[in-house]
Nanobody, 123 residues
Framework: QVQLLESGGGLVQAGGSLRLSCAASGSTFSNYGMGWFRQAPGKVREFVAAEMWNNERVEYLDSVKGRFTISRDNAKNTVYLQMDRLLPEDTAVYYC????????????????WGQGTLVTVSS
């Protein structure tokens, strides 16, 4: 079992930055690949970013490439999502998730999910 707790969401103006954190507990963090997803109001949840096994390979939603960066710190059992040059369309609840295998962009690959943190980007 892995428990995930996101933090760092909030209100920011367009062009600003936020860093989301996701603290993991309950199992060996380094055994899991980590991902971030988001769900905007009235929309389905979508993949945002994922890393595979200590950032050996990272993947991003096309619309966030060059603006968002996923990273992890195994010593702190934490994964981060640095979000720069935020746009109003980035407004969503952001979720972190943990997987032990499978495709990094597929929600079904993830075994554990956090409760989410709200990011609101004003224009």
């Amino acid at each position: 079992q892995v428990q995930l707790l996101e933090s760092g969401g909030g209100l920011v103006q367009a062009g600003g930055s936020l860093r989301l954190s996701c603290a993991a507990s309950g199992s060996t963090f380094s055994n899991y690949g980590m991902g971030w997803f988001r769900q905007a109001p009235g929309k389905v949840r979508e993949f945002v970013a994922a890393e595979m096994w200590n950032n050996e390979r990272v993947e991003y939603l096309d619309s966030v490439k060059g603006r968002f960066t996923i990273s992890r710190d195994n010593a702190k059992n934490t994964v981060y999502l640095q979000m720069d040059r935020l746009l109003p369309e980035d407004t969503a609840v952001y979720y972190c998730a943990a997987r032990s295998g499978g495709r990094s962009w597929a929600q079904g690959s993830y075994d554990y999910w956090g409760q989410g943190t709200l990011v609101t980007v004003s224009s």
